[in-house]
Each structure stands twice: as structure tokens, then as C-alpha cells.
């Protein structure tokens, strides 16, 4: 079966634009998790969505922001780009199964 | 939360067993320790996990200390292909994975 779906896998967008990247999990997956990676802070958990709900939320400030479709698909939203959210951005599923998470290939965003 | 303790790199021979210890002296009874590794521009990849006792895949093993504040994760026979950073990941969510530094993994042919 096809694995997670990270569009687009290149992004170069100027400070203080907005940006919105997709996920689509495994097919039958509920589950879907996102994580930002960075050189200086290591991969580091954003939110989790299940069933269309938030269900886990990490340290990151309200312009970052998600959301999850009734196909589970998901996407995450970063307002007022900055910087610092120059990263790759991983999206990982998890099935009903609940005994790992299958990450996608991440989309890299460099904001300029 | 979810902190771990691994070296930071470890260096192996092709072929041979690489044993990559992780640290999880604040464990609680219901946490798994997870092992997930990344290959270069890729995204993670589940290794393994377990809860208490040793765990074997067609991966690797893992071994888990009696009091469960150590673990380590067993290759039998590295490849080339296994050179990546590994992650020992302590926790009872597999939706909220707290990643630490991880152990680069450099494979000598």
C-alpha cells in the first residue's frame, strides 16, 4: 500500500507570507502527527490529530496551526513565516493498529 | 518529558553486531521505548519497540534492562545501509513521539 504523502517536498517562501503543507497518511489511518526538524533543535513534536481533533499539541507559538479532514488527511498551516521556521516539516501516520508511526518524506521549507 | 540519554555517535565495521545503548533512568511503568532511525533525507523509520521483555523483528532486537532504565538496541549484522541516526524514544503514545539527539550510526565497509 502507498505510504504517507508529504506535498509539496519544496517550498522557498519570504518572511511574513503564510504557507500551507498537506499530508495524506496511509490509507486507513486515523492518526496523523507532525514534527519540525532543524539542525540547532533536532525533530520536535508540533500536534497530533485523530478523527478530525486535535489530540496533542507541543511548544510551538499560535502561528503554527493544523487541521484534519473527514478522509484523515491533514494539513498544517504557518502564518508570518520567520527565519527561524526554515525546516523540514515531517508528517507520520498511525494506524489502528496503534504500534508505530510510518513518516512521510517531509516537505523542506526555506523562508528567505 | 520522554527524556532519553545515547551517545552521541557510535562507529561500526560492516558485518559485525552494533550494540547502541540508550539511557531512560525516569521510566514509568506503562512508557514502550521506541527505536526509530533516519536515513539521510528521508523521514524517520520504526525500528522497534518494547514494554519489557527482549523484542526481536526481522530488523533488529532490543533488549531491555530488568529494571527497565536501559535498553539496548541490537543489529546483528551491520550493513552500509544501516549508517543513520537512531532515536530511543521513551513513552505510551506512538501520536506524540519525543525525538532527543540520537545516536549517529557511521558503518565502515
Known amino acids: 500500500k502507498a505510504g504517507v504523502t508529504q506535498t509539496p517536498r519544496y517550498l522557498i517562501k519570504t518572511r511574513g507570507q503564510q504557507v500551507t503543507l498537506s499530508c495524506s497518511p496511509i490509507?486507513?489511518?486515523?492518526?496523523v502527527s507532525w514534527y519540525q526538524q532543524t539542525p540547532g533543535q533536532g525533530l520536535q513534536f508540533l500536534f497530533e490529530?485523530?478523527?478530525?481533533?486535535?489530540?496533542n499539541k507541543g511548544n510551538f507559538p499560535g502561528r503554527f496551526s493544523g487541521r484534519q479532514f473527514s478522509n484523515s488527511r491533514s494539513e498544517m498551516n504557518v502564518s508570518t513565516l520567520e527565519l527561524g521556521d526554515s525546516a523540514l516539516y515531517l508528517c507520520?501516520?498511525?494506524?489502528?493498529?496503534?504500534?508505530?508511526?510510518?513518516f512521510g518524506q517531509g516537505t523542506r521549507l526555506t523562508v528567505v | 518529558d520522554a527524556k532519553t540519554t545515547q551517545p552521541n555517535s557510535m562507529e561500526s565495521n560492516e558485518e559485525e553486531p552494533v550494540h547502541l545503548p540508550c539511557n531512560h533512568s525516569?521510566?514509568?511503568?506503562?512508557?514502550?521505548i521506541h527505536w526509530y532511525r533516519q536515513l539521510p533525507s528521508q523521514g524517520p523509520e520504526y525500528v522497534i519497540h518494547?514494554?519489557?521483555s527482549n523484542v526481536n523483528n526481522r530488523m533488529a532486537s532490543l533488549a531491555i534492562a530488568e529494571d527497565r532504565k536501559s535498553s539496548t538496541l541490537i543489529l546483528h549484522r551491520a550493513t552500509l545501509r544501516d549508517a543513520a541516526v537512531y532515536y530511543c524514544i521513551r513513552g505510551r503514545s506512538y501520536g506524540k513521539l519525543t525525538f532527543g539527539q540520537g545516536t549517529i550510526l557511521t558503518v565502515h565497509p
Open positions: 507520520a501516520s498511525i494506524g489502528l493498529e496503534n504500534t508505530e508511526a510510518f
Open positions: 490529530y485523530f478523527s478530525e481533533t486535535q489530540r
Open positions: 518494547g514494554l519489557t
Open positions: 490509507s486507513g489511518h486515523r492518526s
Open positions: 525516569t521510566i514509568s511503568g506503562t512508557d514502550y
